[in-house]
């Protein structure tokens, strides 16, 4: 089975900053990737898909890009409301895979 | 507006077993391939099995693959997931989730339901 490995496994930023998050995947997907923000105590919500599709109503702070193996999240500017957790999810297969995620805190 | 009501949640022993429910409104439930996702106590999320529209294919995470059961009910707009032999280890927040187009990701989720196994 493939495994999505996310790094780091949390980071603090100032705002303003900018954060990328990092997914790899143990065998290439091609573009079937998906990014979800979940906030404490709040139900994921899909970000971007197809490694880096913009999902309507989400900032444009928010991008994403790679390709077969290896992905990145960027948030350019860091914002006190992007306190989440962020998960990748593979979607290349019926094994719809999650990283483990990376908690991100403002400093 | 697209709305999805995890419901069923609850206590059970280790060896029991819990059904729980997704209704689906605001969008044609038996166009859309749907799943359910878990989240341990402050753990990250796990796909557990998805089932597609009109419940053809169907698949489960290899923890729960011979003791789970997903289905649907797409005249009552409904998801369903049998939950057997139920282990401490599946104690979680379960959550449907629908598959966007082209099952690009999971665009809409429920509120999810906690199940507790606990002897």
């Known amino acids: 089975d493939i495994q999505m490995t996310q790094s780091p496994s949390s980071l603090s930023a100032s705002v303003g900053d900018r954060v990328t998050i990092t997914c790899r995947a143990s065998?290439?997907?091609?573009?079937?990737l998906a990014w979800y923000q979940q906030k404490p105590g709040k139900v994921p919500k899909l970000l971007i898909y197809a490694a880096s599709t913009l999902r309507s109503g989400v900032p444009s702070r928010f991008s994403g890009s790679g390709s077969g193996t290896d992905f990145t999240l960027t948030i350019s500017s860091l914002q006190p409301e992007d306190v989440a957790t962020y998960y990748c999810?593979?979607?290349?297969?019926?094994?719809?895979?999650f990283g483990q995620g990376t908690k991100v805190e403002i400093k | 507006e697209v709305q999805l009501v995890d419901s069923g949640g609850g206590l059970v022993k280790p060896g029991g077993s819990l059904r729980l429910s997704c209704a689906a409104s605001g969008f044609t439930f038996s166009s859309y391939a749907m799943n359910w996702v878990r989240q341990a106590p402050g753990k990250g999320l796990e796909w557990v099995s998805s089932?597609?529209?009109?419940?053809?294919?169907?698949y489960y995470a290899d923890s729960v693959k011979g003791r789970f059961s997903i289905s649907r009910d797409n005249a009552d707009n409904s998801l369903y997931l049998q939950m057997n032999s139920l282990r401490v280890e599946d104690t979680a927040i379960y959550y449907c989730a629908r598959d966007a187009a082209a099952a690009a990701g999971h665009d809409y989720w429920g509120q999810g339901t906690l199940v507790t196994v606990s002897p």
């Open positions: 089932i597609s529209a009109g419940s053809h294919y169907i």
């Open positions: 999810q593979k979607y290349d297969s019926a094994l719809r895979t």
């Open positions: 065998q290439g997907i091609s573009n079937y």
